[in-house]
C-alpha cells in the first residue's frame, strides 16, 4: 500500500499542509506515525476520507509490462512472467495483462494511453508494474497522482533486473538528439536573424544615402 507524506497527501485532498495538522490534532484525520515519529497518511485514509467504499469493488487488476524494441521480447516475456508469479503469491487475480512495445518517453503509446483512459472510467483498480519506469520514464508521481485521483492505485514490485538498463541509455541519448536538434535550429534561426540585420541595415544605408541625395538635389533646386 502506498504511503504519502503529509505535503503530498494534502496536495492530494486539495487542503493545505497546515490543515492535515489542525486535523491531526483534533482528531478529524490522524496521521500515522514512523518509528521515528514522522507523519504519513496511507490510501486507504484517502478513501475513507472521500468516502469511497470499496468492499464490493469490482474494478479490474491490471499487469502492465513495457520495453522499448521488439528486440527486447525476452524482457518483456519475463515482466509478465514476474509479475504473474508475483499476483499468484499475494493471491490478486489479474483482470487484464497489458504488454507493449514503446519508449518510456513516449506519451502517445496507445495501450498506455487506452489505459488511463479505463482509469478516468473508473474501470480500473489496480495496476501493477515491475518498475516506475515501465510506466513512463519521467513524471512518475504526477501521473500517480492522477491515477489516485480515480481511485486507481499503481503497484510497483521495484524488481530492478527486469527494468533494462539499455532503456534509459537510449532514452538519454533520445534526449540528447532532441535538444541537439533544437540547438541546431537556434542556431540557423539566429544565423537568419544575421543575415536579415545585415540587410536591414543595407536597406537603411540605402535609405540614409537616397536621402541625402534627394536633400543635395534640393539645396541646387533652390539656386536655379
Request: charged share 30%; glycine share 4%.
Amino acid at each position: 500500500m502506498t504511503n504519502y507524506k503529509p505535503k503530498d497527501f494534502s496536495e492530494l485532498l486539495g487542503v493545505s499542509v497546515k490543515t492535515l495538522q489542525r486535523w491531526d490534532r483534533e482528531g478529524t484525520l490522524k496521521a500515522n506515525r514512523t518509528p521515528t515519529n514522522r507523519r504519513y497518511y496511507t490510501y486507504a485514509q484517502y478513501l475513507q476520507f472521500k468516502g469511497i467504499n470499496i468492499g464490493n469493488d469490482k474494478r479490474q487488476v491490471v499487469i502492465y509490462a513495457r520495453v522499448s524494441t521488439r528486440n527486447q521480447k525476452d524482457d518483456l516475456l519475463n515482466q509478465v512472467a514476474f509479475l504473474r508469479q508475483f499476483c499468484n503469491a499475494k493471491g490478486i487475480i489479474v483482470d487484464q495483462c497489458i504488454e507493449e512495445y514503446g519508449s518510456g518517453l513516449n506519451y502517445n503509446r496507445k495501450k498506455w494511453n487506452e489505459l488511463l483512459d479505463e482509469v478516468m472510467e473508473q474501470k480500473i483498480k489496480t495496476i501493477i508494474v515491475t518498475h516506475k519506469d515501465r510506466f513512463i520514464r519521467f513524471g512518475y508521481d504526477w501521473f500517480e497522482k492522477f491515477c489516485m485521483k480515480f481511485n486507481t492505485t499503481i503497484a510497483v514490485v521495484n524488481n530492478e533486473e527486469l527494468s533494462p538498463q539499455e532503456e534509459l541509455v537510449q532514452d538519454i541519448v533520445s534526449i540528447l538528439h532532441v535538444f541537439s536538434c533544437r540547438l541546431y535550429g537556434l542556431r540557423k534561426y539566429k544565423k537568419q536573424i544575421e543575415r536579415d540585420e545585415e540587410i536591414a541595415k543595407e536597406l537603411q544605408n540605402g535609405n540614409q544615402s537616397n536621402r541625402s541625395t534627394e536633400s543635395k538635389n534640393s539645396e541646387n533646386n533652390r539656386y536655379l
